[in-house]
């Protein structure tokens, strides 16, 4: 099994390294929307001294760790099988003997990461340099503590956007489906805004889904905001939405190729 | 008048292609509304916060949302399918139809693929701009609004002009496909005043990738921060700037040789 994601890793990493130049501009489209978050609310901070007891290096902080915690646990499955199932290329992939998303989709997903962090690194730097961030709460303990955090929350957002993806086994409008299911993300996930600034009841919404996992508690770990209740709170919820998120993946992909080899594509 | 004749042909051909897809279009309309509530739930997120974002209230953020959505109709409805067709033809050298027809290429490219469910963006960013407006309070006088109008009009013949210079680049580097994701990616600054920017990124969106001078500088306008020298400059630089992109167009025509030969 080790062999085939060696041999694997090989080809996606090289069939990821053609598309290189893209890579940067994917980068540089992906990168505005966080840049532009952290400006708005560092002058929003700057303007009243602090938010709800957040300062400017705070949001300068959460958002430059955003960005390298979105990379780590983001999934681009959607679009490297939805055209495969339209399209039934999947029939090919298929006939191996080992399960297509589990093995190719996983190992071309993290190939992309590997990648997009040799552009990003730099990147970040230039941020950091022009953003003059104070790291000063960040310690090795937290960034420690965070490994296995970001490795939960690409896990669970891996199988959730496989499970969404599948449903083009159903419906051909997967995209819009794909899309709404972001947009939600963008909200739940603290990628907007830490969390902590939204309306109460949508934080307590927000606590139990599984969007803040991806992205809010890894970045607040790394930043040591959390206690030591939290923390173990937040792990639990890691694994419970894990067990779900395989339980949903396996039965909408079972079901899935059944109605697949049905209409014979 | 012969224009006016072919705009509304591709007007009629792209409106059944729409028919042809309802439930398509239905989708698409569900989801912008998704996009406009998302929006809307962020700026009321910023404004439970605090009271200004570097001194514009929350009506004026309404209002530049509107006007963003006035941009962002004219590049979703002509400029990126037009973008897509032009990038296709290129490579693989149906262009040379294109050329060959007896109208100016440059217009046959930009309006032959009208996305006309649009329309309602552009009805939705209007009403976003009235809302806002009549929030803030602020008594536009008719000159005010007399320059906001011809300013959005600037800023999009400004960002129209860019786009030109962009897809034109593909006549010299044929793989240059990706001409265009600058121009999408920085887009999104649009939606708050570039005031609020550090120095770099305000001299990115002005100068460089100029969306802000067809969200940021309209309001700006109407908010009667701008100086007449400020907005006689700007309409000039959108009229230069598209006398420019027009002669860069016109030359790379020129240098296109088709895909085979």
Known sequence: MLKIYRRMWQVNWAEQWQYRANLLMYLLYWLVSPVVYLVVWTTIANSQGSVNGLTANDFITYYLVLLIVDQLTSDITIHLLAYKIQDGTLSGELLKPVHPILTSTLVNNIAFKALTFIVLLPVWLVLSLLFQPNFASVTWGSILLAVPAAMFGFAISFLLGSTITCLAFWTTRVYSISEFYYALGILFSGQFVPLQLMPRLVQQIAQYLPYQLTRYFPIELILGKLSPEQIILNFALDIFWLLIAFLIFRWVWKEGVKRFSAVGA | ?261
């Open chain 2, 1 to 261: 008048m012969h224009s006016l004749k072919l705009i509304s042909t591709f007007l009629k051909v792209n409106l059944q292609v729409a028919l042809a897809y309802r439930m398509d279009t239905l989708v698409n309309i569900i989801l912008n509304l998704m996009w406009l509530g998302w929006e809307l739930l962020s700026l009321s997120i910023i404004f439970s916060n605090t009271k200004t974002l570097g001194g514009w209230g929350p009506g004026e953020l309404i209002a530049l949302l509107g006007v963003f959505r006035l941009v962002n109709t004219l590049m979703a409805a002509l400029i990126w399918p037009a973008t897509e067709k032009f990038n296709t033809s290129v490579r693989d050298g149906s262009l040379d139809y294109t050329l060959l027809q007896p109208a100016n290429s440059l217009f046959l490219i930009s309006f032959s693929r009208i996305v006309v469910w649009r329309v309602w963006d552009l009805a939705l960013g209007i009403i976003l701009l009235v809302i806002g407006l009549s929030i803030s309070g602020g008594s536009a006088s008719l000159v005010g609004l007399g320059t906001f109008i011809v300013l959005v009009i600037t800023g999009m013949l400004v960002i129209y002009s860019l786009w030109i210079v962009l897809v034109a680049a593909t006549f010299w580097f044929v793989k240059f496909d990706n001409n265009v994701t600058i121009l999408h990616a920085l887009l999104d600054t649009g939606r708050y005043p570039s005031t609020i920017y550090p120095p770099w990124l305000r001299l990115i969106v002005t100068f460089l990738v100029p969306v802000a001078v067809a969200t940021t500088v309209p309001m700006q306008a109407l908010r009667g921060d701008l100086t007449a020298w400020q907005v006689l400059m700007f309409f000039s630089i959108g009229v230069v700037a598209f006398l420019v992109a027009y002669q860069v167009w016109r030359l790379g025509v020129r240098k296109y040789s088709g895909a085979s030969s």
